[in-house]
């Protein structure tokens, strides 16, 4: 038996980024950065007012108070938007939106709610000349300066980051519309086996629905890849071959296969895919999801090949474990770790296996504390057992138990 580490060291040596290519800006979620993205303008681009009220100069200002009001001359506006068609002098104010441009010789902005017009309301104060000021205010104070946020020349994101919501409208505000990321990878997706039957195909005695091709389909897209489904291959040399070649020709940077590669299995799944390639069988210490076969199919360019197990749990954990860290290289991650959460566990948890033990749990909210129960049932093909778990519990390959009320910590797989 061959440890997950083990395993996943060896898998992951055979990956690395795909090469970058120009996306709309849009497109660029959830990918990561091929390119050091240099800011060719300042954000924000011109000093600006922070606040909606009046621009003028701090020194006039330096003694108002509510009891000593400052009279000063109301000499235009300015909204955001537009620029002031003149220069704020000694002596005089000009009223301004949030966002819009300083007038020339204004240092500083006092919000309406210090003025009175703030106190007096808009209604009172419109049309006349002067506005009072009630407070001090130092040079700058409320005002935004360009570039404070981005300065031009700077390099704003660096190659390598991970693309959110955030990110988008940071290269919004500078202007890219197109960025350099990583390219997404092609997953091939090849169930193999004489009991399944497509979903469009009426069931029949003996036959199951080819469920691992959906949740490694879904499995992939989650993870960035794009998944080319390749259907189900009959245990035959003739078809599976057949199938394995359509992959290749689909471009694939990566394929995965499903069933045919535990040890009891009917050769034929290990003898095509080491007609096609160099692969190794393995047996990984870990539960579900002992067997699993790994190699480089020969195509046009060599494909790594993830022969996952078939039964359906053991499909989704060995991805996880494997798979995953795979795509996520692909497209240029260096992160593969879950959220982690501590919870109480509230139920004792045997391991009977030696092997490391991935536990489906539920973590949910309690008074103020976090618990994790078993989502039941754990057989590797009792799929809602999966289904049921927003994480996992992983037990190590040497702990036999653990207690009902002990500590732990979950790897959450989502918070829903
Ligand atoms: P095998 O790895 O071929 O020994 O299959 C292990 C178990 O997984 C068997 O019960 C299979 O019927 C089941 N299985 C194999 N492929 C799939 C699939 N695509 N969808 C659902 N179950 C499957
Ligand atoms: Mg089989």
Redesign the pocket.
């Known amino acids: 038996m061959i440890s997950v580490e083990d395993a996943r060291n060896y898998i992951l040596k055979h990956f690395a980024p795909l090469e970058a290519e120009r996306v709309n800006l849009l497109d660029a979620l959830n990918r990561v950065l091929a390119e050091d993205v240099i800011a060719e303008m300042n954000v924000p681009p011109f000093n600006n007012s922070a606040m909606d009220g009046y621009a003028m100069r701090a020194e006039d200002i330096a003694h108002a108070s509510r009891d000593h009001p400052v009279a000063l001359q109301v000499i235009g506006d300015v909204a955001a938007g537009y620029t002031a068609t003149r220069a704020v002098e000694p002596g005089t104010a000009m009223r301004i939106m949030t966002g819009a441009p300083m007038p020339p010789g204004a240092d500083t902005v006092v919000r309406f709610e210090e003025t009175s017009e703030g106190v007096q309301g808009r209604a009172a104060t419109k049309g006349r000349d002067t506005v009072e000021i009630l407070v001090a205010m130092k040079r700058g104070d409320n005002e935004r300066a360009a570039g404070e946020d981005i300065r031009a020349g700077q390099i704003v994101l660096p190659r390598g980051t991970v693309v959110r919501a955030a990110e988008i409208g940071v290269l919004a505000s500078i202007g890219k519309n197109q960025v350099a990321t990583h390219r997404r990878p092609r997953v091939a997706i090849l ?3 004489d ?2 039957v497509a979903l469009d195909e009426p069931i029949a005695p003996g036959k ?6 959906y949740s490694n389909a879904a499995a992939v897209l989650q993870a960035g890849g794009i998944p080319i489904r390749l259907g ?1 291959a009959r245990d035959n040399i003739a078809d599976l071959t057949a199938k394995i070649r359509a992959g290749l020709n689909a471009d694939a940077d990566l394929f995965l296969t ?5 040890v ?2 009917y050769d034929i799944v290990k003898d095509v895919l080491n007609a096609e390639g160099a692969m190794h069988f393995w047996q990984v210490k870990m539960k579900p999801g002992k ?1 699993l076969a790994f190699g480089i199919l020969r195509g046009k360019k060599e494909v790594p090949l993830l022969g996952l ?4 749990v053991s ?1 989704l954990i060995s991805f996880e474990t494997f798979a995953r860290p795979a795509i996520l290289t692909m497209l240029g991650k260096t992160n593969f770790a879950r959220p982690t959460v501590r919870a109480i566990l509230d139920e004792d948890v045997e391991n009977s296996s030696d092997r490391r033990n991935f536990i489906r749990v539920r973590v949910e909210q309690r008074d103020d504390q976090l618990i994790a129960r078993t989502t039941g049932e754990q057989g590797s ?1 009792v799929l809602t057992s999966v289904s049921k778990a927003n994480g996992l519990l992983v037990v190590p390959e040497n702990v036999t138990r653990v207690r009902a009320g002990t500590s732990v910590e979950i790897q959450m797989l989502d918070w829903n």
């Open positions: 169930a193999t086996g009991e399944l199951i629905r080819n469920s691992n091709e189900i499903s069933a045919g590669v535990s009891g299995d067997p197990p078939g039964n359906p499909a093909g």
